[in-house]
């Protein structure tokens, strides 16, 4: 069983905007807080957004505070990532993961659930 399921990853050119979409299969996706990390090619995987599974919560790493936004839809057990004014530097796979009853903390090891990832690219 795959519990998480990246989509909406693809080719954008420098300053276009990309909508990334986790669809869930976890019985109560409104009891976990959900997140978006990212990994570059021999970089180590970072945090970009999360959000704490209230929904009261939205925390942004800063290389996406402003242009990134992280929402979630527990009635139809999805969470998204709206990018914007995306640079090179944001190419990398995305993953979406998912902490029960989170604050949509930036430490991955807090997170039980993890996607296959989807690929994001930004040309320049």
């Known amino acids: 069983q795959v519990p998480l399921v990246e989509s909406g990853g693809g080719l954008v050119q420098t300053g276009g905007s990309l909508r990334l979409s986790c669809a869930a299969s976890?019985?109560?996706?409104?009891?976990?807080?959900m997140a978006w990390f990212r990994q570059a090619p021999g970089k180590e995987r970072e945090f970009v957004a999360g959000?704490?599974?209230?929904?009261?919560?939205?925390y942004y790493a800063d290389s996406a505070k402003g242009r990134f936004t992280i929402s979630r839809d527990n009635a139809e057990n999805a969470v998204h990532l709206q990018m914007s004014s995306l640079k090179p530097e944001d190419t990398a796979v995305y993953f979406c993961?998912?902490?029960?009853?989170?604050?949509?903390?930036?430490?991955?090891?807090?997170?039980?659930?993890w996607g296959q990832g989807t690929q994001v690219t930004v040309s320049s």
């Open positions: 993961a998912a902490d029960r009853y989170g604050s949509g903390s930036s430490s991955g090891r807090t997170y039980e659930y």
């Open positions: 976890l019985r109560t996706v409104s009891v976990y807080a």
């Open positions: 959000i704490a599974w209230t929904g009261d919560s939205t």
